[in-house]
């Protein structure tokens, strides 16, 4: 939140990060990863408790199985800041994060 924005996090509804393959095989012998699925509608993600006076959340670790470093969209349907809530239609996607591929 911008400094100047009154108000704290109190709610996000229905947040998703988008496509994700629903798993991979590891290749012991060679460490080649075989991707099954993509799931287009993407990985529901989960926020730890919303606390009083919270103006950042941190969503808790989740699994997104992809070939390389990449981008996604964080989409959720509506958020509560203070006594606001903004409805966002279709849970259209609202911040781009970037994903590291995990060593």
């Known amino acids: 939140m911008r400094p100047n924005t ?6 996000i ?6 496509e994700t393959h629903v798993s991979a095989n590891l ?12 799931n287009k509608a993407g990985v529901n993600v989960v926020f730890p408790a919303f606390g009083k006076g919270l103006r950042e959340v941190t969503i ?15 989409k959720f349907r509506s958020m509560t800041i203070g006594d606001e809530t903004f409805i966002i239609g279709g849970g259209s996607g609202v911040k ?5 591929l995990a060593k």
């Open 13 to 18: 509804v229905t947040p998703i990060i988008n």
């Open 60 to 74: 808790l670790p989740t699994i997104m199985i992809y070939p390389n470093d990449f981008a996604r969209i964080l």
């Open 96 to 100: 781009k994060v970037f994903c590291k």
């Open 27 to 38: 290749k012991l012998a060679d460490g080649s990863l075989i991707y099954k699925s993509l």
């Open 6 to 11: 009154t108000g704290a996090i109190t709610s």
